[in-house]
C-alpha cells in the first residue's frame, strides 16, 4: 500500500521561505514521477513542481526561480525548497507520485492527472 506523508507546513511572512518534505512508503518503482501540488480554497489542484526518477525538474511558472524541488531515492523522500513566498502562495500542499515504464513518460507531470497516489497535504499560509 503506497503511502505519502507530508510535513513541514506552517506559516510564514511574506518573502519568508519554508521546506516541505514528503516521506514515501510502500513502493517500489523502475521509474516514477513524484511531484508537489497545491489547491488554495475555491481553486483547483495546480501543480507547483515536478521530479522523474531521473533528476529532470519541470517547475509551474509561478514559482520558477522561488522553489526548488529535489529528492532523496535512498530515503523515498521528496522535498520543496520555497522561498521569497507571497500571500499568492497559500495553500494546501500535497505529494504525488505514480510509477512509470521511463522517466521519459514524466513530460505532463504537472498535470493532476497523471499521478495516482496521494499525501494528505500539508497547509502553507503566508500572510503579515
Known amino acids: 500500500q503506497v503511502q505519502l506523508v507530508e510535513s513541514g507546513g506552517g506559516s510564514v511572512q511574506p518573502g519568508g521561505s519554508l521546506s516541505l518534505s514528503c516521506v514515501g512508503s510502500?513502493?517500489?518503482?523502475?521509474?516514477?514521477?513524484m511531484g508537489w501540488f497545491r489547491q488554495a480554497p475555491g481553486k483547483e489542484r495546480e501543480g507547483v513542481a515536478s521530479i522523474d526518477s531521473n533528476n529532470n525538474t519541470r517547475y509551474a511558472a509561478p514559482v520558477k526561480g522561488r522553489f526548488t524541488i529535489s529528492q532523496d531515492n535512498s530515503k523515498n523522500t521528496l522535498y520543496l525548497q520555497m522561498n521569497s513566498l507571497t500571500p499568492e502562495d497559500t495553500a494546501k500542499y500535497y505529494c504525488?507520485?505514480?510509477?512509470?515504464?521511463?522517466?521519459?513518460?514524466?513530460?505532463?507531470?504537472?498535470?493532476?492527472?497523471?499521478?495516482?497516489?496521494w499525501g494528505q497535504g500539508t497547509q502553507v499560509t503566508v500572510s503579515s
Open positions: 504525488a507520485i505514480v510509477g512509470v515504464p521511463s522517466a521519459r513518460y514524466c513530460s505532463t507531470s504537472l498535470d493532476p492527472s497523471t499521478y495516482n497516489h
Open positions: 510502500g513502493y517500489t518503482y523502475i521509474a516514477h514521477c
